[in-house]
């Protein structure tokens, strides 16, 4: 049985967008070992050469770019080439279609040894202070087991090195997969050569760790006040520059900038500072210790004013990262502060650190309790850094795709987007990818709800919206009130950008008094989809109902709900116990349209659902 390996050494971050290069920006440098032992045919080290051509294709190849290696082995090792050989495209890929077919057994130890004694070697060029994957690609089994656990141990052991498994083929032992790779992540199975194009995504997701598609704009808020020392404040500038190196850096990809706090608030780095990476990291480690007092306020309006002004490209995502090591001085104020930061459309985190912070405050500050993080120490603040990446990997892709694509019809439905089912990556898209609806939330804002149920409505709208591509070549929102009149607060073409729309759902007032459903219902149809409002003549019309009680209008309601269902998809969302069911029916453009909830705090449980029914459009 042949048994191939692949090992893939490379030194990258992640790419912005693999469709036409993988992992630009960022210097790579990738060793594929191929195993070429046993008994199989020539003509599937063929495709194993010719997978391995197109997925370097797809690389930008160069001396400060992405570089290759390639060794073969069976029962020896061939060094085909290293990885500073070849110094443009072209030369490697036709290096590649040279290689020969060894034929024989299967040491993978021997490869495995060769590649971290001879091919990561700066003489044969491999660059320091990038990290490295590993990726093995095999159809069977090791001869020699143990050895190759043991330099696959060593392998690994090399700063920055990941090493990834493929398998190909009913042969594989997925043990000793597991064993080679760095982790079960980096691990895949085809079963068989043709089908190695099926992994190619994920691999190329894999070796790119690709991030997001979108821009971000992260904001560091390091606290600097006297509790911290000189010692600790130095492990708040280490964190920042390992979180930061995990970026590719640019105004279309993502800018870092960083303030700390104490008495008062200073900005160190703006947001658009410093262009390349290690002019970020070199400068982080220049920012002084402070001393003084904790007035976080003062650093989160310093932050938002930040993000409010340097974002560059309207669609970039906003982060801000928060370190501290205690509470606040003045609780009151920096929870108003927060509060606008959140208003303001920027994923706020928050790391505490140490037994002196106020959780509830850490609770207050952040977006919401997924974006706190603690540690006991500051020495554990590098066990957090790749969840803190990955969360903004995983916005990145999903909020921020709202830049124009080429489409060749106008779409009149949406559909749900096909998840990644291949290999172990899978990147979020978009609710819907970018398809063009436009969406209308109709609120019930009646005496019955209270202010704070308002208020979980409003949430609730907010995180529906926010998995959107939200843009005139996208999906596009418009929100009306009633009560016992009907409020317009925002048509379909009054915010465009992302930041604005959500934005304007939050700052959403509440009215009180009557249920004016039928009239609502009115103005949906008779002034909301309306093109002179922004509604656009190529988008699914979506209108989403949603309310607590039972119109005072039973029969107009069924005569109005009746004509917007003409007009758009209409779906109805019930809360509590005094929603009438049957009108919830009438309301919907189909029974699978209607949704209820016993509560206002059980809103969050339906979104999947209706994004769903929502993307999958009128049938
Ligand atoms: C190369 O990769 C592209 C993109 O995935 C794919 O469409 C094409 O079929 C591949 N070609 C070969 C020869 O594998
Ligand atoms: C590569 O980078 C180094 C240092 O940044 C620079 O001096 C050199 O000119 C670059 N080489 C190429 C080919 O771009
Ligand atoms: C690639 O590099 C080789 C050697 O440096 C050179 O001869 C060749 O012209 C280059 N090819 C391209 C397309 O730049
Ligand atoms: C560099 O690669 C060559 C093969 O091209 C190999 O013989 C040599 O040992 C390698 N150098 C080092 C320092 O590992
Ligand atoms: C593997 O990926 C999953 C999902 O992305 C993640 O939850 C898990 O932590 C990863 N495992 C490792 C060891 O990185
Ligand atoms: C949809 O229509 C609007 C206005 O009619 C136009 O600006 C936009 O480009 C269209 N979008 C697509 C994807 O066709
Ligand atoms: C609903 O609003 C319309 C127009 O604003 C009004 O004529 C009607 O009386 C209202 N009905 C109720 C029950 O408030
Ligand atoms: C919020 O709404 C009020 C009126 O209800 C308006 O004056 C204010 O400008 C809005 N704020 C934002 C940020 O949209
Ligand atoms: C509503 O319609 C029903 C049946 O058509 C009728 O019996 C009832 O009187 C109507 N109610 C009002 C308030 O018009």
Same mark, same amino acid.
């Given at each position: 049985?042949?048994?191939?390996?692949?090992?893939?050494?490379?030194?990258?971050? =992640?790419?912005?967008?693999?469709?036409?290069?993988?992992?630009?920006?960022?210097?790579?440098?990738?060793?594929?070992?191929?195993?070429?032992?046993?008994?199989?045919?020539?003509?599937?080290?063929?495709?194993?050469?010719?997978?391995?051509?197109?997925?370097?294709?797809?690389?930008?190849?160069?001396?400060?770019?992405?570089?290759?290696?390639?060794?073969?082995?069976?029962?020896?090792?061939?060094?085909?080439?290293?990885?500073?050989?070849?110094?443009?495209?072209?030369?490697?890929?036709?290096?590649?279609?040279?290689?020969?077919?060894?034929?024989?057994?299967?040491?993978?130890?021997?490869?495995?040894?060769?590649?971290?004694?001879?091919?990561?070697?700066?003489?044969?060029?491999?660059?320091?202070?990038?990290?490295? @994957?590993?990726?093995?690609?095999?159809?069977?089994?090791?001869?020699?087991?143990?050895?190759?656990?043991?330099?696959?141990?060593?392998?690994?052991?090399?700063?920055?090195?990941?090493?990834?498994?493929?398998?190909?083929?009913?042969?594989?032992?997925?043990?000793?997969?597991?064993?080679?790779?760095?982790?079960?992540? =980096?691990?895949?199975?085809?079963?068989?050569?043709?089908?190695?194009?099926?992994?190619?995504?994920?691999?190329?997701?894999?070796?790119?760790?690709?991030?997001?598609?979108?821009?971000?704009?992260?904001?560091?808020?390091?606290?600097?006040?006297?509790?911290?020392?000189?010692?600790?404040?130095?492990?708040?500038?280490?964190?920042?520059?390992?979180?930061?190196?995990?970026?590719?850096?640019?105004?279309?990809?993502?800018?870092?900038?960083?303030?700390?706090?104490?008495?008062?608030?200073?900005?160190? @780095?703006?947001?658009?500072?410093?262009?390349?990476?290690?002019?970020?990291?070199?400068?982080?480690?220049?920012?002084?210790?402070?001393?003084?007092?904790?007035?976080?306020?003062?650093?989160?309006?310093?932050?938002?004013?930040?993000?409010?002004?340097?974002?560059?490209?309207?669609?970039?995502?906003?982060?801000?990262?928060?370190?501290?090591?205690?509470?606040?001085?003045?609780?009151?104020?920096?929870?108003?502060?927060?509060?606008?930061?959140?208003?303001?459309?920027?994923?706020?985190?928050?790391?505490?650190?140490?037994?002196?912070?106020?959780?509830?405050?850490?609770?207050?500050?952040?977006?919401?309790?997924?974006?706190?993080?603690?540690?006991?120490?500051?020495?554990?603040?590098?066990?957090?850094?790749?969840?803190?990446?990955?969360?903004?990997?995983?916005?990145?892709?999903?909020?921020?795709?709202?830049?124009?694509?080429?489409?060749?019809?106008?779409?009149?439905?949406?559909?749900?987007?096909?998840?990644?089912?291949?290999?172990?990556?899978?990147?979020?898209?978009?609710?819907?990818?970018? #398809?063009?609806?436009?969406?209308?939330?109709?609120?019930?804002?009646?005496?019955?709800?209270?202010?704070?149920?308002? #208020? #979980?409505?409003?949430?609730?709208?907010?995180?529906?919206?926010?998995?959107?591509?939200?843009?005139?070549?996208?999906?596009?929102?418009?929100?009306?009130?009633?009560?016992?009149?009907?409020?317009?607060?925002? =048509?379909?073409?009054?915010?465009?950008?992302?930041?604005?729309?959500?934005?304007?759902?939050?700052?959403?007032?509440?009215?009180?008094?009557?249920?004016?459903?039928?009239?609502?219902?009115?103005?949906?149809?008779?002034?909301?989809?309306?093109?002179?409002?922004?509604?656009?003549?190529?988008?699914?019309?979506?209108? @989403?109902?949603?309310?607590?009680?039972?119109?005072?209008?039973?029969?107009?309601?069924?005569?109005?709900?009746?004509?917007?269902?003409?007009?758009?998809?209409?779906?109805?969302?019930?809360?509590?116990?005094?929603?009438?069911?049957?009108?919830?029916?009438?309301?919907?453009? #189909?029974?699978?349209?209607?949704?209820?909830?016993?509560?206002?705090?059980?809103?969050?449980?339906?979104?999947?659902?209706?994004?769903?029914?929502?993307?999958?459009?009128?049938?």
């Amino acid at each position: 049985m042949l048994k191939l390996a692949i090992v893939l050494t490379v030194i990258g971050y =992640h790419s912005t967008n693999a469709l036409t290069r993988a992992c630009p920006y960022k210097p790579a440098d990738i060793v594929f070992v191929v195993d070429g032992s046993g008994s199989e045919r020539m003509a599937n080290f063929q495709k194993q050469l010719a997978f391995i051509q197109n997925f370097t294709g797809q690389f930008e190849i160069g001396r400060n770019k992405t570089q290759v290696s390639l060794v073969t082995f069976s029962t020896d090792v061939t060094n085909e080439f290293n990885l500073n050989t070849y110094s443009n495209k072209s030369d490697v890929l036709s290096a590649i279609s040279r290689v020969h077919y060894p034929n024989g057994e299967t040491y993978t130890h021997l490869a495995l040894d060769y590649v971290r004694l001879h091919s990561l070697t700066p003489q044969n060029g491999s660059r320091n202070g990038i990290s490295k @994957i590993v990726i093995v690609l095999t159809d069977g089994k090791s001869n020699e087991e143990v050895l190759t656990a043991q330099a696959a141990a060593l392998l690994k052991q090399i700063r920055d090195v990941t090493v990834v498994a493929i398998g190909i083929g009913d042969g594989v032992d997925p043990k000793e997969l597991a064993m080679i790779a760095s982790n079960k992540n =980096h691990t895949f199975t085809v079963p068989s050569f043709d089908l190695l194009q099926t992994i190619y995504k994920d691999l190329t997701d894999t070796t790119c760790h690709t991030c997001g598609q979108g821009p971000a704009d992260i904001f560091f808020l390091l606290d600097s006040s006297g509790s911290e020392g000189t010692v600790n404040f130095r492990k708040q500038l280490e964190f920042t520059n390992t979180v930061a190196n995990e970026f590719d850096f640019g105004p279309d990809s993502t800018q870092i900038g960083l303030g700390t706090f104490a008495t008062g608030a200073t900005l160190e @780095i703006p947001i658009n500072r410093y262009h390349t990476k290690e002019e970020f990291i070199q400068n982080v480690l220049r920012v002084p210790f402070k001393d003084g007092e904790s007035n976080l306020h003062l650093g989160l309006d310093m932050a938002r004013l930040q993000l409010s002004e340097s974002t560059l490209t309207v669609n970039s995502h906003r982060f801000v990262i928060i370190l501290t090591d205690g509470r606040s001085l003045e609780h009151e104020l920096t929870v108003q502060v927060a509060k606008r930061l959140h208003w303001a459309g920027i994923e706020t985190f928050v790391i505490g650190i140490g037994n002196d912070v106020d959780e509830n405050e850490l609770l207050d500050v952040a977006s919401d309790r997924t974006h706190v993080f603690r540690v006991n120490t500051f020495d554990q603040l590098d066990t957090i850094h790749r969840q803190i990446v990955d969360r903004i990997c995983v916005a990145k892709t999903v909020f921020t795709t709202t830049t124009p694509r080429p489409t060749t019809k106008p779409t009149t439905t949406l559909k749900p987007t096909t998840p990644t089912t291949m290999g172990t990556t899978t990147t979020t898209k978009p609710a819907c990818g970018p #398809k063009v609806a436009d969406i209308l939330f109709i609120l019930d804002s009646s005496d019955s709800e209270g202010p704070e149920n308002f #208020k #979980k409505i409003l949430d609730f709208v907010y995180n529906f919206a926010r998995q959107f591509a939200i843009g005139v070549n996208n999906v596009l929102f418009s929100l009306i009130t009633y009560s016992s009149n009907v409020n317009v607060r925002f =048509h379909f073409n009054t915010y465009t950008s992302r930041n604005s729309v959500l934005n304007a759902i939050l700052n959403t007032s509440y009215i009180g008094l009557g249920t004016n459903t039928s009239d609502a219902l009115n103005v949906a149809r008779t002034v909301m989809f309306r093109p002179e409002h922004g509604s656009r003549p190529n988008a699914t019309n979506i209108a @989403i109902v949603i309310t607590d009680g039972r119109s005072r209008n039973p029969n107009a309601t069924i005569t109005e709900a009746a004509q917007l269902k003409k007009t758009a998809d209409v779906f109805s969302i019930g809360i509590g116990p005094d929603v009438d069911q049957n009108e919830l029916t009438i309301i919907a453009s #189909k029974p699978t349209n209607v949704m209820q909830v016993n509560s206002f705090e059980l809103l969050h449980t339906i979104q999947d659902k209706i994004t769903q029914a929502a993307c999958s459009g009128r049938t």
